[in-house]
């Protein structure tokens, strides 16, 4: 059974919940962040997901940061996974703008 970790949880704000993983809001006034956060158990690393469901994730990462990156005239986006905190497989697509 999938349990999400407690600093995820405390961190963001539950945006969408997809078939496969959840779509997340970063609590960060600086950024625009987003976290995708697969839903399957006990997962840590991006190996631990099957072909097709890192695919998945990669490309719906990949979209949803041009889509917000145009519709929203951002200047970058990265997407990242940061496992040095919390080990639950999880990745980061953060979009900013130049000041």
Do not use: C
């Not at 917000?68 to 496992?83: A, H, P, Q, T």
Request: hydrophobic share 45%.
């Amino acid at each position: 059974m999938f349990k999400l970790d407690k600093r995820l949880e405390s961190d963001t704000i539950l945006v969408k919940e997809l078939e496969s993983f959840q779509v997340r809001l970063m609590n960060a006034r600086q950024f625009f962040w987003i976290v995708l956060i697969p839903t399957k158990p006990n997962l840590t690393e991006l190996s631990d997901l099957n072909v097709n469901e890192r695919n998945y994730l990669m490309n719906f990462a990949i979209d949803l940061g041009k889509f917000i990156k145009s519709s929203e005239k951002y200047d970058k986006v990265n997407i990242g996974m940061l496992g040095n905190v919390v080990s639950q497989l999880h990745l980061h697509i953060v979009l900013r703008k130049k000041k």
